[in-house]
């Protein structure tokens, strides 16, 4: 199957460093072959991380898989969820491998096992986040229909139904000729494939398939090949199955019979298993060595304070907010957003003690990029870490940072993160309070105000920007997930954590230069 996996944190995307720690560490002159599941962060860590290997010499293939059948044929750019099917994807292309393909060959037959699965879930209970209190959205005597794998709510809340009824409910709808997700018609093949959650016993998944099976074959005209029973790919603690159907024939069912030594296929193998851990070198976060940080010693200048306490104002603030950004985040996403925000500001007052030229602003921003791509995970770290590189890109082509070139930065960040995120003014996303202040910000340096004035003016248009997140349908995101009805009233997380620390900068950058002036 797999040669390497990489975690990142829980429900998260790993950084890019990571993943091309693995890359560098497995592959060999043949190439590698990346399987990713379809979240938004995965897509842009794993696809950064790939173009950095291509850059290093080494032969990058990628596959995305998108199972999910729970949900309407999906508005925005977000796509199908990638879910328990990745791991059928993850058997016939480690078994093509095996063979000796080439690595065009093993991922054109990855592309092709992604392209005839379908997948959907079902909860009985809301999986516990590490150190936060369980959600209580669903009740004793209710089951969660088509969630995803990173606790986020359902397609639908209904009543607790027996057995059998949950499983015609969630065939139908893989099986759906109006969505069409999945490429079967009666008289072909099927491989079954009932995955545990983390807490559902073996004995109730058994008690699924014997449902399912049947009911495949009578009711469909469906062979079932082959059946897999087990917990496979999970969400925690949660309490519940996914069911999913593949598309099968001869040469997948060559490759998922194909003998494995990965412990947890539900086949037995020969031989021992491969080892669990071997040295992988890290290579250094920073980007910029040790030696070369001489400006710790170096005296301030007053733009160097101005920075300075407005870096650490944004920073407390993010802090202060973490609960808050969670428990918004409970209901739209999966209820982290805060716990990474969190990360990210902690850790940019550690690093902002020794590591940022605050006289140079062009650098600090660079390395608080850096800081970022270290600590935060998903896609809230790979977004801001874009934010800070094209940032720095635009600040260092000036010899004197003034407003307007603060202005023309900010303006370069949202085109970047905009670019590789795909969202827009109105996906609710970041961006919603990020482009109004730039409108803001540009207007007002235009008519003449001062850099302050100009300055509050754009956070007081971020801080709106924000809140009319509230009335935004998600076309971006996990929250593109949700049904809309669930998200009325609630704002985006992450548009509310951006107009945050934008504020908190305005007001430090006023306060400290009216302390100035006094």
Same mark, same amino acid.
């Given at each position: 199957? *797999? ?30 072959l ?12 794993f ?13 990058i ?5 998108g ?21 059928l ?25 992604s392209?005839a699965i ?12 590490p ?7 669903l009740?004793p005597?209710?089951?969660e229909?088509?969630?995803g ?29 109006e ?11 099927a ?5 545990? *959650? ?5 004995m ?13 074959? *009578?009711e469909y005209?469906?062979?079932v ?5 087990g ?6 603690d949660?309490?519940?199955?996914s ?10 069912l060559?490759r998922?019979?194909a ?7 539900p086949?037995?193998s ?8 071997f ?17 710790q ?10 920075l300075?306490?407005?870096i ?5 603030e993010?802090?202060?907010?973490k609960d808050?950004l969670?428990e ?14 969190y ?14 030229p ?22 809230s ?5 874009i934010l ?9 082509q000036?010899?004197?940072?003034t407003?307007y070139?603060w202005?023309?930065?900010?303006e370069?960040?949202i085109?970047?993160?905009s ?21 803001v910000?540009?207007q ?12 509050i003016?754009?956070s ?15 076309k ?8 809309p ?5 609630i ?21 400290? *230069? ?5």
């Open positions: 199957m *797999l040669t390497a996996a990489v975690s990142g944190d829980v429900f998260a995307s790993p950084p890019v460093d990571s993943i091309l720690a693995a890359i560098r560490a497995v592959t060999g002159t043949m190439g590698c990346l399987i990713i599941k379809n979240y938004t962060g995965d897509r842009l860590n696809g950064l991380a790939a173009e950095q290997a291509k850059s290093e010499g080494y032969k293939e990628m596959v995305i898989v199972d999910d059948c729970a949900l309407p044929p999906p508005r925005g750019i977000a796509g199908r969820r990638g879910l328990a099917g990745t791991i994807v993850h058997k016939v292309a480690g078994a093509a491998a095996d063979a000796g393909l080439s690595l065009a060959d093993v991922a054109a037959e990855a592309k092709h096992a392209e379908g997948t959907m879930g079902v909860a009985l209970s809301v999986c516990t986040l150190g936060q209190v369980t959600s209580d959205r009740g005597n209710q089951i229909l088509g969630l794998i990173h606790g986020e709510s359902g397609a639908a809340v209904v009543e607790l139904q027996p057995v059998d009824v949950v499983i015609e409910h969630v065939l139908k709808q893989i099986l759906s000729q969505t069409q997700y999945l490429p079967i018609t009666r008289g072909s093949n491989v079954l494939l009932i995955n545990g *959650l983390g807490a559902t016993p073996i109730e998944l058994m008690i699924a398939a014997r449902k399912a099976v049947p009911e495949l074959q *009578l005209g469906i062979a090949d082959r059946v897999y029973t917990t496979f790919m999970t969400s925690l949660m309490a519940g199955l069911i999913t159907i593949m598309r099968s024939d001869e040469n997948i060559q998922l019979d003998p494995t030594k990965a412990p947890a296929w086949v037995g020969e031989g021992n298993r491969p080892p669990t851990k040295p992988v070198p890290v290579p250094p976060s920073p980007s910029m060595k040790d030696d070369e940080i001489l400006f010693h170096q005296e301030l200048s007053k733009q160097g304070r101005i300075e306490a407005a650490e104002a944004s920073a407390k993010i802090i202060d907010l808050s969670n918004w985040d409970s209901k739209v996403g999966d209820g982290d957003c805060g716990t990474t925000m990360r990210g500001a902690t850790a940019i007052l550690e690093d902002m003690k020794s590591r940022y605050m006289n140079d602003a062009a650098g600090t921003i660079n390395e608080i990029g850096a800081t970022i791509r270290k600590v935060m995970g998903g896609t770290g790979i977004l801001y870490d800070c590189k094209a940032a720095y890109a635009s600040l260092k000036s010899t004197t940072i407003a070139e202005a023309d930065a900010l370069a960040s085109a970047a993160v670019k590789y995120g795909g969202a827009s003014a109105g996906y609710r996303t970041m961006l919603d309070a990020l482009i109004p202040a730039s409108t910000l540009k007002s340096l235009k008519a003449g105000d001062d850099p302050v004035t100009a300055f003016a754009s007081e248009a971020a801080s709106a920007g924000a809140e009319s997140t509230k009335q935004m349908q998600a971006a995101g996990r929250s593109s997930y949700i049904a009805d669930l998200l009325a009233s704002p985006d997380p992450g548009a509310m954590a951006a107009a945050t620390w934008y504020r908190a900068a305005a007001l430090s950058v006023k306060n400290k *230069l009216h302390a100035s002036e006094s």
